[in-house]
Nanobody, 118 residues
Framework: QVQLVESGGGLVQTGGSLRLSCAASGRTFTRHSMGWFRQAPGKEREFVADITGSAAMPSYADSVKGRFIISGDNFKNTVYLQMNSLKPEDTAVYYC???????????WGQGTQVTVSS
């Protein structure tokens, strides 16, 4: 079994920064992609950013482009999300997701709360 453990959430003022981390443990796997989704109260879970393939090509939702930076370590199956210029609308539970290469099985973390105060 694969476990994803997120850390780094918290409370920050508008304009502040936070860095989220996600590390995979348990059974080893080769990832196809690894990244972040978020879910605000009363809203559906939405894509934030991910990295794909051995080259770790990044993709971002339009709402976070230019403010968030995703990075990762292929060998350690870790991924990070540097969040800058945070806005109240960024408030959500942030979930780490990994998709295994070959099988396409996806794994999810338990989520970490990010709250941006105005």
């Amino acid at each position: 079994q694969v476990q994803l453990v997120e850390s780094g959430g918290g409370l920050v003022q508008t304009g502040g920064s936070l860095r989220l981390s996600c590390a995979a443990s348990g059974r080893t796997f080769t990832r196809h992609s690894m990244g972040w989704f978020r879910q605000a109260p009363g809203k559906e879970r939405e894509f934030v950013a991910d990295i794909t393939g051995s080259a770790a090509m990044p993709s971002y939702a339009d709402s976070v482009k230019g403010r968030f930076i995703i990075s990762g370590d292929n060998f350690k199956n870790t991924v990070y999300l540097q969040m800058n210029s945070l806005k109240p609308e960024d408030t959500a539970v942030y979930y780490c997701r990994a998709v295994a290469a070959g099988t396409g099985i996806d794994y999810w973390g338990q989520g970490t709360q990010v709250t941006v105060s105005s």
